[in-house]
């Protein structure tokens, strides 16, 4: 069974305390707090060895308490806790100590990449060898999203291009020596790479999980990525991201779950539930198939295809620039207007003082049906069937498989712009919005589900056990 416990990131201390005091009767019947975790939080415990300056904190000692009785006795907890007392060390130590005891497995998924990697970096080492000096061990990991990743056979797939892919000499070096560290790399993950991969780089080298081929493509031997998976399986501790516990991560044998950070994951799971359309994100799109500023794409790397199939392409890439130029354009005058005065729009109140502290953002709510005139979805069916057609004629597993996902982008695509200008589900919003002008400005049309707790409690339960897609790594 799946345990849960969900650790809060902000608020007062008042909470841990009454919530302790709530609990403690019933859970004290059922389980001991062990001598070796009031032994840790000592002031000349194994944590004030491994850790310079550390003092003992009654409110750090006594979440820790809670949360190991949670795992212990299977029950969710939810602390709520102010800064300063240590929560991370409060959660950790438990649930390592406990992992590490029972052989159990705890995931814990946090919102930020920051967090995640303070963990890893700096938390988790200190539990490793708070554990060491009572003769226990830890093994922990770190997960996170697919484009996070380096894929061994994109990479090569690049050094065999060559100039056909890149502008610069630089991003050709670069390409050598990614290619030279993956021989005695140990991991795919960005973070990790000993050299500075600029976006244009690492765009065409990452990990993209429409592109893996598995154990079908030519580089599943040397996969590191696979190696990183191999590495969180075999952990008793691993360090997610939450869009990952949506997205269909796979670790069985998971015995707990602790999300930090928790505050944030219902826009995680509307994030995921909904969709975004950017004007950037069809433009890269159309790029991705052929650019007319740069004349690359998969239409030109696709040398097999008959000239009249490239042409065709052309002619639907131009059709489809102007369409979605067209349609955000109709977005900007919704924007700007006064929504009162303005037929099916309405404000939206920003989701939290955070949001709004981050810029200038406008948003406004679409309520009315075909509000916008769509001339996009069809260019976008039509590109979608155009690269289908060059489905037949691929040569290699890599290519079909690119063309694959060419073709299912620009479907989804059409398919979710038909959706969001139809506004026909009364359980969803509808809205549009001009991102800060300090990052360009951006033009997105969303969608999102208004009621989530019913997909949140189902990923909660069973979204760690899902079992990998057969053409991923595992
Ligand atoms: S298995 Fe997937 S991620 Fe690994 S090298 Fe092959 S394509 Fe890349």
């Known amino acids: 069974m799946l345990r849960i416990s969900h650790v809060y990131g902000d608020h007062n201390t008042f909470a841990v305390r009454k919530m302790i005091q709530h609990t ?13 975790l009031l032994r840790i939080f000592a002031s000349d415990g194994p944590l004030a060895k491994a850790l310079p300056g550390y003092a003992p904190r009654q409110q750090q000692l006594e979440m820790a308490v809670a949360v190991w009785r949670a795992l212990d006795v299977q029950q969710p907890l939810i602390v709520e806790a102010g800064t300063g007392i240590g929560k991370s060390l409060a959660y950790l130590i438990p649930s390592a100590l406990w992992a590490s005891q029972y052989r159990k497995k705890v995931i ?3 919102y930020t990449r920051t967090l995640q990697e303070q963990l890893i970096a700096k938390d988790l080492p200190i539990v490793s060898d708070v554990l060491r000096r009572l003769g ?6 770190l997960l996170m999203g697919a484009e996070n990743y380096l894929c061994v056979q994109r990479l090569t797939h690049c050094v065999n291009q060559g100039k056909a892919l890149f502008d610069t000499d630089g991003e050709e070096q670069i390409l050598g020596k990614l290619h030279a560290w993956t021989r005695t790399a140990m991991t795919g993950l960005r973070s990790r790479i000993p050299l500075r991969v600029p976006e244009s780089v690492w765009g065409r080298v990452c990990r993209d999980a429409d592109l893996c081929l598995g154990r079908r493509g030519p580089a599943w031997q040397t996969c590191l990525y696979r190696k990183d998976i191999t590495h969180a399986r075999q952990a008793n501790l691993v360090v997610v991201n939450q869009h990952l516990l949506f997205a269909g991560l796979s670790l069985p044998g998971v015995d707990a779950l602790i999300i930090d950070e ?10 995921f539930l909904g ?21 690359r794409g998969l239409a030109v790397r696709l040398a097999q295809q008959p000239e009249r199939w490239r042409k065709d392409v ?20 919704l924007l700007d207007g006064e929504p009162e005065r303005t037929a099916g729009v309405s404000t939206i109140l920003p989701r939290s003082e955070q949001a ?3 810029g200038d953002t406008v948003r406004r709510r679409i309520q009315q049906p075909h509000l916008l005139r769509d001339l996009l979805s069809e260019s976008l069916g039509r590109l979608a069937e155009l690269l289908e057609e060059a489905l037949a004629r691929s040569e290699t597993a890599e290519q079909e498989a690119e063309i694959r996902a060419h073709v299912a982008r620009h479907a989804q695509a059409a398919r979710q712009l038909k959706e ?4 026909g589900r009364p359980d969803y919003a509808y809205w549009i919005e001009q991102g800060p002008a300090s990052r360009g400005s951006l033009l997105s049309l969303h969608m999102a589900p208004l009621e989530i707790s019913e997909p949140v409690t189902e990923v909660l339960q069973n979204g760690l056990t899902r079992v990998y897609d057969s053409r991923r790594p595992g």
């Open 136 to 141: 226990l061990t830890i093994q922990y990991a």
């Open 356 to 358: 709004d502290a981050t």
């Open 108 to 110: 814990v998924a946090t």
């Open 262 to 271: 928790a505050h944030n994951l219902e826009g995680v799971a509307a994030q």
């Open 314 to 333: 052309g002619v639907a890439v131009q059709k489809a620039d102007a369409a979605a130029k067209d349609l955000f354009e109709q977005i900007r005058p």
């Open 420 to 423: 969001f200008l139809a506004c």
């Open 275 to 295: 969709f975004s359309l950017t004007d950037r994100s069809v433009r890269r799109l159309l790029d991705d198939t052929l650019s007319p500023q740069t004349g």
């Open 24 to 36: 403690s009767t019933e859970e004290e019947r059922t389980t001991a707090i062990p001598s070796t």
